[in-house]
Each structure stands twice: as structure tokens, then as C-alpha cells.
């Protein structure tokens, strides 16, 4: 009987957060790639671009449905999610032809309190996330600008 309630537990965890976690890898495929923005002629970035306000109103979304139903649940979602969308990102940057400084700047800037900047700021803000909601359970991955990898 906790085998199948565990496993029922797997299938719906999964289910939901595939649906959640299609919907952003998305936006950050249309962000990034479908945006026709030309990450080898980037100018100097001031503030984030519009689709990483996007994904993170997204995200407040998530965490607010998943608040709702049970905080104990929240670490959980939010910590799948980092990881899904950190994998994103990298496959995204990836697949980019051409970066200039500016178009490197975009995507790994580290310091959050400057104007964290594309992928590198969303990650940030979720590891934020993932320290204040999980009681020490910290939802952060490794700052790409300082391992240069994700």
C-alpha cells in the first residue's frame, strides 16, 4: 500500500511539473532563440530582458498554487523546477552560434543585487527561493560565473 501511494505520489509530482516546466522552457526557447535577437550584436544590458520577467512571474504563480495546496510541497516543486530550467538554459546558450561581451554579459552575470541578468538571475532568485522556503534546504546551483558551467 506505501509503494503505491509513493508511487502515485511520483506520477503526480511528475505530471505536474512537467506541465509547469513545458510552458517555461518555452518562454526561455522563445527568450533566447525565437526571439531573433542576435546574441553576437547584443548591446550592454541594463536591466533583464523581458522574458526572464516572464519566467519569473510564472514562477511566483507556481509557487503560490503549490503554497495554497501545502508549504511542505513547496522546496520540492521549486528545486525540480531550478534544475529543469537551469538545463534549459544551458542547452539554449548552447545552441547560440556567436556571443559578443555584451551577449556573454546577458547570460552570466552573477551578482543578483546589480541586475542579475537572463539565466543567471533567475537561477539566482530561485536559489534564493529555495534557502527561504525549505528550512535549509537550499534550491541554489553553482554560479556559472565563477565555474563557468552550469
Given amino acids: 500500500m ?4 509513493s508511487s502515485l505520489d511520483d506520477r503526480i509530482f511528475g505530471a505536474y511539473i512537467h506541465r509547469k516546466s513545458e510552458s517555461l522552457m518555452g518562454i526561455i526557447q522563445n527568450g533566447m532563440q525565437v526571439g531573433y535577437f542576435d546574441w ?7 536591466k533583464v530582458r ?3 520577467r516572464e519566467i519569473l512571474m510564472n514562477l ?5 498554487e503549490v503554497y495554497a495546496v501545502s508549504a511542505l510541497i513547496v522546496p520540492r ?3 525540480e523546477l531550478v534544475n529543469i530550467l537551469s538545463r534549459e538554459f544551458y542547452e539554449c546558450i548552447g545552441e547560440v552560434e556567436a556571443f559578443n561581451v555584451n551577449g ?28 527561504d522556503c525549505s528550512g535549509g534546504h537550499s534550491g541554489a546551483v ?8 552550469l
Avoid: F, K, R, W
Fill in 104 to 131: 556573454i554579459i546577458c547570460v552570466c552575470h552573477s551578482d543578483v543585487y546589480e541586475g542579475c541578468y537572463d539565466h543567471v538571475g533567475v537561477i539566482s532568485c530561485l536559489g534564493v527561493c529555495g534557502a
Fill in 2 to 5: 506505501i509503494a503505491d501511494v
Fill in 50 to 52: 523581458s522574458y526572464v
Fill in 142 to 149: 553553482p554560479d556559472p560565473g565563477v565555474q563557468g558551467e
Fill in 77 to 79: 516543486v521549486m528545486h
Fill in 40 to 46: 553576437n550584436q547584443a548591446a550592454e544590458p541594463t
Fill in 60 to 64: 511566483v504563480i507556481i509557487h503560490a
